[in-house]
């Protein structure tokens, strides 16, 4: 990892995601967590402040050194445990059916592998429990599209590896789960960058009795 990357980025996206337009949509999207979470993706903290103290534990799961020192002022102020876990390779640290929610907020856009990681959220997750998504990704406005294709090499140099052209919810249900309910808007923004896949999914793909 390149000085860009490991010391300048992440504060970057510190600071960009940190604006009134991302908030309000982490508030709406992380009010029904609860339980053991594992939060792939964790960056600099800034979901903590939009869990509920339905919340009892925190695994955070985040390459970025430079994110968990941005990190601990917001752990500070949070009610539950935040315990970091790590990557074995592409397995996460983390036994079986261990959490209650997993969470992920614009974060499978740069993942180099999305298939393995919904892989692994698929394992650590409880059978009954779900996956809370909030993605940005591919419209299906062809003119959007087409720039979002030609765009994405320009995209993955400057943010990370971030693309803007993955198609979410058919990644999700590739990895077996069932999306039980989402939305697929523009936030606020330009278009190729902002066409969101918002909602939660189960592991199971027969509806829960």
């Known amino acids: 990892m390149g000085f860009y990357e490991d ?9 960009t995601m940190c604006w009134p337009r991302f908030s309000k949509l982490r508030q709406q999207y992380l009010k029904d967590v609860g339980g053991k979470v594992l939060e792939v993706g964790f960056g600099s903290g800034l979901n903590l402040p939009y869990y509920t103290n339905r919340v009892t534990h925190l695994y955070a799961l985040d390459p970025s050194q ?9 752990i500070r102020q949070v009610p539950f445990p935040v315990e970091f876990v790590e990557l074995e ?28 990681a919904l892989k692994e959220i698929k394992r650590v997750l409880n059978p009954e429990g779900s996956y809370y998504f909030l993605e940005h990704g ?9 720039f979002q294709n030609l765009w994405n090499p320009i995209q993955k140099c400057f943010a990370g590896g971030c693309h803007v052209n ?9 990895a077996g789960f069932r999306i039980l309910g ?8 330009p278009k190729f960058l ?4 918002g909602g939660a999914a189960s592991p199971q793909l027969v509806p829960r009795a």
């Not at 010391?7 to 600071?15: A, D, F, S, V, Y």
């Not at 907020?105 to 999305?114: A, D, G, R, V």
């Open 138 to 146: 591919l419209s299906p406005d062809r003119s959007v599209a087409r």
């Open 194 to 197: 902002s066409y969101m896949y």
């Open 7 to 15: 010391q300048i980025l992440p504060r970057g996206i510190n600071w």
């Open 66 to 74: 430079v994110g968990r020192r941005l990190a601990a002022k917001r």
């Open 182 to 189: 989402y939305k697929r808007f523009y936030m606020e923004g």
């Open 166 to 174: 993955r198609e979410i919810d058919s990644l999700i249900r590739s």
């Open 89 to 116: 390779g592409e397995r996460f640290n983390l036994p079986d059916k261990s959490v209650d929610a997993v969470v992920s907020t614009w974060t499978l856009c740069t993942i180099p592998n999305p298939e393995a």
